[in-house]
C-alpha cells in the first residue's frame, strides 16, 4: 500500500543570496517496504508567474473600474452639455437687460454666469479625458499660444462662485514681461481654478493673490 502527498514550503536562504525559496515536496510512503521517497522541486518560477497573473488581474479589475466611473462620467458631462448651453444663453439673454435689475438680482446673475464657467470648464474636461482613455492614450494636451492675462481674466469672471469669504480679497496680477505660453489653455485654466478654490476656501480672512512673473533664465 502507498499514499501520496505534496506539501509547498518556504525556504530562507543564508549566506550572501539571502531571500527566499519557493519548493515542492512530494512524498510517497510505501506502507508495505517501511519507505518514504521524497522528491522536492524548485517552484520558485511557477510561484512568480502565478503572482504576476493575480497582479495582472487586479491591475485589469482596477482598470474596468475606473473605465466604468469615466464612462459614466462621460455621460454626465455629455447629458449637461445641453441644458449649460440653454442656461447659459437665458443668462446672456438676463445680462442684456441688466441696466433694469436691482443690485442683488445682479450680484445672482454674475454668482450664476460664474457657476456655469466653472462647470463649463468640468465638462469640456471630462469629455476630453474619457476620449482620449477610450482611445487606448493617456489624455493629450491641446497646445495653443495663450495668454497669461486672458487665463486670469476668466478667473476673474469665475471668482463669484468660488465661495470666498466676503472679507476675502482676491487679486491678479500679471507682470508686463510675462510672454503669451504655448499649452493646453483649457487644462491651464482648470489647474489654477482648482488651486485658487482651495485658496478661497482655506483663507477665513485676509488676501489670495494669484500672480504670473517670468523668472529668470537658466
Known sequence: RTSFHTVEYRLKRGGDKGGELWVESSLVFDLSAGVVHVVTRDIGARHEAEKQRDLAKEAEAAKQTVLQWLGYMSAVAHDLKTPLTSFEMSLEEVASESDSLSDVAR??????????????????????VRQSVTEGALPTPRPTDVSIGAVFAKLRHMLPALSAAEDVEVSFDVRWDVPTVVCDEDSLLQMTLNL???????????????????????
Open 107 to 128: 450680484h445672482s446673475l454674475e454668482l450664476a454666469q460664474a457657476s456655469v464657467g466653472v462647470l463649463r470648464g468640468t465638462v469640456a474636461q471630462a469629455i476630453h
Open 196 to 218: 485658487l478654490s482651495n485658496a478661497c476656501k482655506y483663507t477665513p480672512r485676509g488676501s489670495v493673490w494669484v500672480r504670473a512673473l517670468r523668472t529668470a533664465e537658466s
